[in-house]
């Protein structure tokens, strides 16, 4: 069974997080595998500096993971330039549900947390997005 992806955007503190960690509660209840992939523009490291991981990556390593035998984490250099869609179904196809944070480029309906920041929200110019969560008051003109 091909699992359900739920796309959440937002601006940077809008609540995603917040929304995400009770989405996860709520299907976790009903007995559901979640799964979550953070999508981001910019650089990360998900590893420290001089632990063992990172020095295997920093010796050429394309990847690695670490365990102790009932979780791991998979440290992975990715060959082709690949989405949020693509990882999850390669890494999570025995996942009920997957709910991928950020992807604001992606071109798949949405969900979009509104926040309390002055920027203008992105349903404006994203006609993917088809749900808004938020607890700030605003005019909303509806066009079918």
Not at 80 to 89: F, G, Q, R, S, T
Request: charged letters at 30%; proline letters at 3%.
């Amino acid at each position: 069974m091909t699992p359900l992806i739920i796309p959440i955007t937002g601006r940077s503190g809008s609540g995603k997080t917040t929304l995400i960690e009770k989405l996860i509660v709520y299907y976790k209840i009903r007995g559901k595998k979640v799964s979550v992939i953070k999508s981001m523009r910019h650089t990360f490291e998900t590893d420290s500096p001089g632990k063992d991981t990172f020095r295997y990556r920093e010796s050429g390593a394309f990847s690695s993971i670490i365990t102790n035998g009932k979780k791991f984490s998979l440290i992975s250099e990715i060959d082709n330039e690949a989405n949020p869609l693509d990882l999850a179904d390669k890494y999570f196809s025995d996942s009920d549900i997957i709910i991928i944070e950020g992807f604001k480029e992606g071109n798949l309906q949405k969900i979009e947390v509104i926040g309390d920041s002055k920027e203008t929200p992105l349903f404006h110019d994203d006609k993917n997005i088809k749900i808004l969560v938020t607890d700030t008051k605003f005019n909303l003109r509806v066009v079918y």
